[in-house]
C-alpha cells in the first residue's frame, strides 16, 4: 500500500512537470514542493528580486529572468495559470487575430516571418495606397505576447531582434505611429505630449497606465519578407505619483470636438472645456485640456491621449471623461472616422464603449490615484426640426449616454449628466434662439475656417451644424456642468464635493442663489431669445472684452442704430491703433452707415497692418493659410477642421455689385478697397446654413447695434494669431 502511494505521488509530480514544461515553463521556476504535490509561482508572483517582470527571449538563459523556451519548436501559449505566454488575438476591439504556430526561435530570441504580401498593401477607399500613419484598418501579423501584471503604472522596455526599421512595438491595442509622437495634445500647442514611445537603437520603451490585469506586446513587421523579433521584455512597476504640500490639484479634461480648446483660426467654433477653466479659482486648481476633435473612447486610448493624463497626473487629480458623438461611426471610410471594425477606427457597439469604461478607463484611473468623473455627451441639436416640436436626446441608435449612466450606476462613479441638462435647455431656449448659437454661419461672420475651408462667406457645407457650437453656448453647458457637481455635493458625493470647493467664489455663490449674472455679465437680457439673439455670440463677446456696453437695464438694444464715433473708438480698442490720424475725416458723421463703416475699417486696416512702399503685410487669413493641413497621424488632427476648398475672399466681385454708384464720391475708394480686403461684405441675400454672398452694398443703410457687434466680431479674429488659443 505504501509503496502505491509512493508511486503515484511520483506519477503525479512527473505528468505536473510535464504540464509546465509543454507550457514553455523553465522548469527551474517550479518550486515550493510540499508533500511531493507542485506549486509554481504564478500571477503576482512574475516580479523578480528587482520587483520588475523580466523576459528573456534568448536561448542562453539570464538570471533574474523568466526564460522563455519553445516547446517542441512551438512558441509557449499564454495561460492563466503560468501568467504569461502568446496569443493569437489581441485585447483590441474588435481583437487583433495572429498566428502564433509560426513564431520560432533562434539563438537571439523568438522571431516571425510573414510572407503574405497582400496584408501589407495599405489603400484609401479609392484604392490609393497610403502609408501606415492613415491607416486604420491595416494588421501585418506578427506576434502578441502576454504578460499578467495588475492594473497600473509601468515602464515598458522591449528589446527587439530587428530594429524600429522594420518593427513596429506596440502595447495592449494602442496604435504606435500615434505614441510615437511627441508635440502636443492641443491645437495651440500648449499642452505637451510628455509620455511617448522611444527608440534607443534595438528597444523600444514606453511609460503605460495599465486597466486590465494584463499586458499586451504587440510585435509587427512593416514589411513582407523581414523577420521580427523580441530578445528581452521589462516591465517596472511605477509608483503612482504624489503631489507635495505646496503643489495644486489638476483638473484634466478629455473628449470630442465638443470639448476641445479652439485656435483662432476655427473660431467662432468653442467647445466647453475651453471656457471651463474660467469657472474655477486658478490659486486653487489646475485645469488642463486634452480633447480633441473626431475622438472617441477607443482613439482617446489608443493614442496615448488618456495615457499621457494617467501618467502625467498625480494621487488626487481629477480627469473628466465625455465621449460620444464620435463612437457613433460606423463607416468603412480609411482613416480616423472608421466604424468599429476598423482596428483604430472612432466607432464603437454599446458592448464596446461600456468595456472600454469599465476594463480600461475607470480601473487605469484608479491604479494611478486619479479621480474620473463620467460627463454624458450632449444631444446634437436637430436642425431640421419642425414648428412646435421638442428637442429629444440624439443617441436614439446607440445609446451611449444610457450606457455611461449604467456603468456609473455599476462602479459608483461621480457623473455629470450633460446629456439630460442639454435637451432640457434646448426646449428652454427654443429653436430659433438655439440655432444662432450652434454653428450657423452667414458670410462676414468670421475669418474662420472648417474641413471645406473658409467660414468667412458663410458654412461652405452649406449647413447649420448642430453638433458643433459657438462660445455662446459653450458657456451654457459650463454651467450645467458646474450645478451638476454641486448637486452631487449636496447628495453626499465627496468628489463633488471637492471639485466644488475649487471654484471661484463668484461660481459658488451663483450656484448657491442659482443667479449666474456675475459670473457672466456679458449676457444680456435682450439677446438671449427671440430675434434679438441673432448675433448673441458676438455681442457676448464684444461686452465680455469692454468693446461694447450693455445699459443699465441689462440690454443691449440690438436694433438702435450705431454712432459713427462709438465704432470707430470700437475699432481702436480691438486693434489698438490710435485712431485719432483719421478721426477727424468723420467728425461730422452721426449714425454709422456701410459706407461709412467700411471706409473707417479701411483706414483702420492700414494703421494696423502697416505702410511700407504701398504694401502691407495681410493677416494670415487672407494668404493660403489653409494649404498646410494636418494629417490624420498627427495629434492635433481634428477632422472637423482641415482642408482648403473654400476661399476667404468675397464671392462676388467687387464689379458685379449693382450699387456701388449710390457710394459717395469720397468714400467711394475706401469702399472698394474694404470690400476687396473682404472687411465688408454684402448683408443682402446671405442666409445662415448658406454659402452665399449678396450683389447689394446697400451703402447709405444705417448700420445697427447687434451688426457693428457682428463686423467688429470678425475684425477682432482677423488680427489675432491664427494658432494662438481662443481664450481670453
Avoid at 509601468?154 to 496604435?175: F, L, P, R, W
Avoid at 443617441?395 to 446629456?419: A, G, S
Avoid at 435647455?425 to 430659433?432: F, I, R, T, V
Wanted: hydrophobic content about 30%.
Amino acid at each position: 500500500m505504501k509503496k502505491k502511494k509512493i508511486a503515484f505521488k511520483f506519477a503525479a509530480f512527473v505528468l505536473t512537470a510535464s504540464i509546465l514544461t509543454s507550457t514553455g515553463v523553465n522548469f527551474c521556476f517550479a518550486k515550493n514542493f510540499e508533500n511531493s504535490n507542485l506549486s509554481y509561482k504564478t500571477n503576482t508572483d512574475l516580479k523578480n528580486s528587482k520587483n520588475e517582470y523580466s523576459f528573456n527571449f534568448e536561448k542562453q538563459e539570464k538570471k533574474d529572468c523568466i526564460n522563455v523556451n519553445s516547446v517542441n519548436g512551438k512558441a509557449p501559449i499564454y495561460s492563466d495559470e503560468i501568467g504569461w505566454g502568446f496569443v493569437s488575438q489581441s485585447c483590441a476591439m474588435p481583437p487583433r487575430r495572429v498566428n502564433p504556430s509560426r513564431i520560432q526561435q533562434s539563438d537571439d530570441g523568438f522571431y516571425i516571418e510573414e510572407k503574405d504580401s497582400s496584408r501589407f498593401n495599405l489603400v484609401d477607399e479609392n484604392g490609393n495606397e497610403i502609408d501606415l500613419s492613415k491607416s486604420t484598418t491595416h494588421n501585418f501579423g506578427g506576434m502578441i505576447f502576454r504578460i499578467k501584471a495588475p492594473a497600473g503604472g509601468y515602464k515598458i522596455e522591449v528589446e527587439t531582434t530587428s530594429g524600429s526599421k522594420n518593427t513596429i512595438v506596440s502595447v495592449s491595442a494602442m496604435q504606435s505611429t500615434r505614441i510615437e509622437k511627441g508635440g502636443a495634445w492641443d491645437a495651440a500647442g500648449l499642452v505637451e505630449i510628455k509620455n511617448y514611445a522611444k527608440w534607443d537603437g534595438n528597444t523600444w520603451s514606453y511609460n503605460y497606465a495599465n486597466g486590465l490585469d494584463f499586458i499586451d506586446i504587440e510585435i509587427e513587421p512593416k514589411k513582407a519578407y523581414k523577420e521580427v523579433g523580441i530578445k528581452n521584455i521589462k516591465l517596472t512597476p511605477i509608483e503612482i505619483y504624489e503631489r507635495s504640500s505646496s503643489e495644486k490639484p489638476t483638473i484634466f479634461t478629455v473628449g470630442d470636438s465638443t470639448v476641445k480648446t479652439y485656435t483662432y483660426n476655427e473660431a467662432p467654433m468653442c467647445g466647453w472645456g475651453q471656457v471651463f477653466d474660467d469657472l474655477f479659482d486658478s490659486s486653487r486648481v489646475n485645469v488642463i485640456n486634452y480633447s480633441m476633435g473626431g475622438r472617441s473612447l477607443k482613439q482617446m486610448y489608443t493614442e496615448g491621449r488618456l495615457n499621457d493624463i494617467l501618467m502625467t497626473g498625480k494621487r488626487g487629480d481629477f480627469v473628466f471623461i465625455q465621449s460620444g458623438h464620435n463612437d457613433e461611426r460606423n463607416g468603412t471610410k480609411i482613416g480616423t472616422a472608421d466604424g468599429e471594425n476598423a482596428r483604430f477606427g472612432g466607432g464603437s457597439t454599446e458592448e464596446m464603449y461600456k468595456k472600454f469604461l469599465t476594463d480600461i478607463y475607470l480601473p487605469a484611473c484608479y491604479a494611478r490615484g486619479i479621480i474620473p468623473v463620467l460627463v454624458t455627451p450632449m444631444s446634437r441639436v436637430n436642425t431640421n426640426i419642425k414648428p412646435g416640436e421638442e428637442f429629444k436626446d440624439s443617441f436614439t441608435d446607440r445609446k451611449f449616454p444610457d450606457v455611461m449612466r449604467e456603468v456609473v450606476k455599476q462602479e459608483n462613479v461621480t457623473f455629470v449628466d450633460l446629456n439630460k441638462k442639454s435637451v432640457e435647455y434646448y426646449n428652454e431656449l427654443g429653436a430659433e434662439s438655439l440655432f444662432n448659437i450652434v454653428m450657423s454661419l452667414e458670410a462676414g461672420e468670421t475669418p474662420g475656417k472648417t474641413n471645406s475651408g473658409s467660414y468667412a462667406n458663410g458654412h461652405p457645407d452649406n449647413k447649420i451644424d448642430g453638433t458643433h457650437f459657438k462660445e455662446a453656448l459653450a458657456k451654457q453647458f459650463t454651467r450645467m456642468i458646474a450645478e451638476e457637481i454641486y448637486d452631487g455635493s449636496l447628495t453626499g458625493d465627496k468628489n463633488a464635493k471637492e471639485i466644488f470647493s475649487y471654484l471661484s467664489d463668484t461660481v459658488q455663490e451663483a450656484l448657491e442663489k442659482d443667479d449666474w449674472s456675475e459670473v457672466y455679465p456679458e449676457i444680456c437680457s435682450d439677446t438671449i431669445t427671440g430675434e434679438g439673439s441673432y448675433y448673441r455670440n458676438q455681442i457676448e463677446k464684444m461686452v465680455k472684452l469692454g468693446i461694447m456696453k450693455k445699459d443699465s437695464q441689462g440690454n443691449f438694444n440690438p436694433d438702435d442704430e450705431m454712432d459713427t464715433q462709438d465704432f470707430i473708438t470700437a475699432v481702436g480698442k480691438i486693434w489698438d491703433i490710435n485712431t485719432g490720424e483719421f478721426e477727424s475725416n468723420y467728425a461730422d458723421c452721426g449714425k454709422l452707415t456701410r459706407e461709412i463703416m467700411a471706409s473707417v475699417l479701411y483706414d483702420a486696416y492700414m494703421l494696423r497692418f502697416g505702410k511700407n512702399d504701398d504694401s502691407y503685410v495681410k493677416p494670415e487669413y487672407m494668404t493660403e493659410y489653409n494649404g498646410t493641413t494636418v494629417t490624420p497621424d498627427d495629434p492635433n488632427y481634428d477632422p472637423n477642421l482641415v482642408g482648403e476648398e473654400a476661399q476667404y475672399y468675397p464671392l462676388v466681385g467687387y464689379g458685379a455689385l449693382l450699387d456701388t454708384n449710390e457710394i459717395d464720391e469720397k468714400y467711394a475708394q475706401k469702399v472698394e478697397q474694404a470690400y476687396n480686403l473682404g472687411l465688408i461684405r454684402s448683408e443682402d441675400g446671405i442666409k445662415r446654413g448658406s454659402m452665399q454672398n449678396g450683389n447689394l452694398l446697400e451703402p447709405k443703410k444705417t448700420v445697427t447695434r447687434a451688426k457693428a457687434a457682428k463686423e467688429l466680431y470678425f475684425i477682432y479674429v482677423l488680427d489675432k494669431p491664427i494658432l494662438d488659443e481662443n481664450n481670453i
